[in-house]
């Protein structure tokens, strides 16, 4: 779901000749928006034209043919592909020297924890029985989620569901607005714990508007299952 979650990035382009900031900024606002992009050479997916979207660039410095960028973008988006075909459109040609991606999803750089914080943290708990600083570390797999729509399902919806059902109408109690057919969401219990991550196959207008039918395909179950107690009986079961 990380890997399929919106990204920002910081890179630093490199013009192959100097033009004036007004004229870089004017190409860059061509590239927001719903863009056509081949994935470079060098890289690791099929290299067929596919639509990406820019949600926003912004240059933060430029000096001499060095440009340091902000940019906002939909998952799938390559950087050094777009800093190509800017230096395209500017008539100078552009590489990318350096990239840093500083937001995944709902998690940012500026709240990330080193990779030697961490060590440190699991020291004090083992060998000292300090918990403590880890705890902190440690987010519930909820906050994964929170910038994806919310369905939030009864009891015995969240039971079926960690077995593996696809959601239906009937178990849907409260449901995020503008939710789209296609659209991902985190299918949680009355309680805000994390069941599931579900495909829409119907929008909220149409879950709102019927009273059965499968409204979300299953993607992924997170909830072990037995949390919650089966609310229905198996075929066999039912026949005795």
């Known amino acids: 779901m ?3 979650s919106d990204k920002e990035y910081i890179a630093l382009a490199q013009l192959h000749a100097r033009v004036p900031r007004e004229k870089l900024e004017e190409v860059i606002r061509e590239f927001v928006g719903r863009i056509y992009q081949r994935p470079p050479v060098r890289s690791s997916v099929k290299r067929t034209l596919r639509v990406k979207e820019i949600y926003g660039i912004e240059v933060l410095e430029y000096e001499g043919v060095f ?11 390559y950087i050094r592909k777009l800093v190509h075909d800017i230096g ?19 998690f940012r750089e500026e709240s990330s924890v080193r990779m030697h914080e961490l060590s440190e943290a699991v020291y ?33 919806a969240a039971s079926a569901i960690a077995y593996g059902a696809d959601l239906a109408v009937p178990g849907i109690s409260v449901i995020s607005e503008g939710i789209r057919r296609g ?3 985190a299918i949680m219990t009355l309680k805000g714990e994390l069941v ?45």
């Open 124 to 156: 004090l708990y083992e060998e000292h029985g300090r918990g403590d600083k880890l705890r902190s570390m440690i987010l519930p797999h909820e906050y994964i989620v929170s910038h994806l729509p919310k369905v939030l399902v009864l009891d015995g």
């Open 183 to 185: 659209d991902l969401a």
């Open 196 to 240: 599931a991550l579900g495909k829409a196959l119907m929008s909220t207008e149409e879950v709102l508007s019927s009273d059965r039918g499968v409204a979300f395909k299953t993607v992924r179950v997170i909830m072990e299952r037995g949390v919650y107690p089966k609310g229905w009986k198996k075929r066999s079961e039912a026949q005795r």
């Open 88 to 106: 395209e459109i500017l008539g100078v040609g552009a590489h990318m020297r350096e990239l840093r991606r500083t937001r995944t999803g709902p």
């Open 2 to 4: 990380i890997a399929h």
């Open 67 to 77: 440009a340091l960028m902000r940019v906002s973008c939909q998952h799938g988006t």
